[in-house]
């Protein structure tokens, strides 16, 4: 495999793992609704678990609600137990056609526990893109040992490595820097 296509591929996983890592800040609860909340709930419907997008279609009708209309109302009352199981802990109000969540503001001292959160969300990407860097910082070094690349190559491909890996890292660190704007918004 040619350095080219190696620091493609290294700079492609680094892209994944940024996304993830955005992905992630998103299913953190700041103080306004955000439909990424329910990602995670799943309700038993028809006879299987299915996630809650595919039962119902989650709206934001001010910035502190959620409302949940159902396709069928016959699967409310799933619905409602699928949020009460979750780890949302929000409580449903079901008006009969739909059902509510509203979003309480956040206290300081849960705002200072979901920035300890994204702080550890943040340290995983870091890591996710060190480890995509170490493995092919490897498969460099493999290439060198090989005689398929000079070592005037492998040391310039460490460094783009290098410029890329910080470049990655930086991403993550300005979502995070965003994400905890938001939390400490009040």
Request: glycine share 4%.
């Amino acid at each position: 495999m040619p350095v080219n296509e190696l620091l493609q591929s290294a700079e492609s996983k680094m892209t994944r793992s940024v996304e993830a890592t955005r992905h992630e800040f998103t299913l953190i609860r700041t103080g306004r609704a955000n439909p990424a909340m329910l990602e995670h709930v799943v309700v038993t419907a028809y006879g299987s678990d299915l996630p809650l997008q595919q039962v119902a279609s989650i709206t934001v009708p001010d910035p502190r609600q959620l409302l949940i209309t159902p396709f069928d109302r016959n699967n409310l009352a799933a619905i409602e137990k699928g949020i009460l199981k979750s780890d949302v802990n929000l409580t449903p109000n079901n008006d009969g056609t739909a059902i509510r969540l509203s979003i309480p503001p956040l206290t300081e001292e849960r705002r200072k526990e979901l920035i300890k959160l994204l702080h550890k969300k943040i340290e995983l990407g870091h890591a996710a893109i060190r480890n995509v860097r170490h493995e092919c910082h490897n498969q460099l070094r493999t290439l060198t040992k090989n005689k398929e690349c000079s070592e005037d190559d492998e040391k310039r491909a460490q460094e783009k490595l290098q410029k890329l890996t910080d470049h990655y890292i930086a991403e993550i660190d300005k979502a995070g820097k965003i994400k905890e704007q938001e939390l400490l918004e009040v």
